[in-house]
């Protein structure tokens, strides 16, 4: 995008209920900062719902927009997971950093091996390698007694897997905090996805019945 429009893009974070709540600043790419004018946020334990004031931990964002008048919105359940930076941002702003932006949802977070898992962590890191395509496939099942994740990816025509399991397996590892059972494809042939919710499958529940 930014080679066709000649421009800096920028992310942002909002939703249709609040508004827009947070901003990134030059300082790419660092996190994102709330528009603490605006709004005031506040994040909760994803199981206890206790706040959590601490930077790096990861919860679930309730958010307060201090200026609406027709529609007010006051603790509102965003189910953004978010965590907040510990560190100031160098571009000199004084608004708190959430750290690498909204990194899941709390409706799909899921507890695999004692571990928080995010859909949306796994959906990051494989899309951040050239060498694989945009699709793929995230199963948890539990075939004994301990859970086992699938990942399945896709590889770009002329890519072999040496090039990318590698950085892959360590990406996963270092941003989730789980190992993998990495498959690949060839490009085109996993199922196409319109919502990526269907991307994770969570076969635990259904073999319990
Ligand atoms: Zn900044």
Redesign the pocket.
């Known amino acids: 995008m930014e080679e066709a429009f000649g421009a800096k893009a920028y992310d942002h974070s909002g939703a249709t209920e609040i508004g827009a709540w947070s901003y990134e600043?030059r300082?790419q790419p660092?996190g994102m900062?709330v528009n603490e004018a605006m709004f005031l946020v506040e994040i909760e334990d994803l199981e206890t719902g206790e706040p959590i004031t601490e930077p790096g931990k990861k919860g679930k964002m309730v958010i307060t927009a201090l200026d609406r008048m027709a529609q007010p919105c006051i603790r509102f359940d965003s189910k953004d997971v978010i965590q907040w930076d510990p560190d100031p941002?160098v571009?000199g702003?004084t608004f708190r950093v959430i750290k690498g932006g909204v990194i899941g949802r709390a409706d799909d977070m899921t507890k695999v091996k004692g571990v928080l898992l995010s859909p949306a962590a796994v959906e990051a890191v494989v899309r951040s390698f050239d060498g694989l395509g945009d699709e793929y496939e995230l199963v948890v099942e539990r075939p004994g007694d301990v859970d086992h994740i699938t990942l399945k990816v896709e590889l770009q025509t002329g890519v072999d897997r040496s090039q990318v399991e590698p950085g892959l397996r360590d990406q996963l590892r270092l941003k989730t905090n789980l190992g993998y059972d990495i498959q690949f494809f060839e490009y085109g042939s996993l199922p196409r996805y319109k919502l990526k919710a269907r991307r994770f499958k969570d076969l635990r529940k259904q073999n319990k019945t």
């Open positions: 600043c300082h660092f900062h941002c571009c702003r």
